[in-house]
Nanobody
Framework: QVRLVESGGGLVQAGGSLRLSCAAS????????MAWYRQAPGKERDLVAL???????DYAASVKGRFTISRDNAKNTVYLQMNSLKPEDTADYYC???????????????WGQGTQVTVSS
């Protein structure tokens, strides 16, 4: 069984920074794309940033230049460094990953449980 566990959320003032982490555990053979999504109250879950297994990245226009996604393949962990935070960044942030695991080996998509980020004005 594969688990994704996020950490690092919290309350921060506008202009501040937070770093989210997401660690994958289980019988993992490999991880392809890893990503962060966010969902604000009453809104849909949207892609924030994505990183491939070779380090290519993509960002939502609203966070480009402020957020940085990175990963440590040896630790099966993805990070999201969030700078210059704005009140509109307030949301639950979810980790997502395409993981090869199990026997027989199977590629499945997994979600973390989410971590809350609140940015006060």
């Amino acid at each position: 069984q594969v688990r994704l566990v996020e950490s690092g959320g919290g309350l921060v003032q506008a202009g501040g920074s937070l770093r989210l982490s997401c660690a994958a555990s289980g019988s993992i053979r490999g991880i392809n794309d890893m990503a962060w999504y966010r969902q604000a109250p009453g809104k849909e879950r949207d892609l924030v940033a994505l990183i491939t297994n070779i380090g290519s990245t993509d960002y939502a226009a609203s966070v480009k230049g402020r957020f940085t996604i990175s990963r440590d393949n040896a630790k099966n962990t993805v990070y999201l460094q969030m700078n210059s935070l704005k009140p509109e960044d307030t949301a639950d942030y979810y980790c997502n990953a395409d993981v090869v695991a199990g026997a027989p080996l199977t590629l499945l998509n997994y979600w973390g449980q989410g971590t809350q980020v609140t940015v006060s004005s």
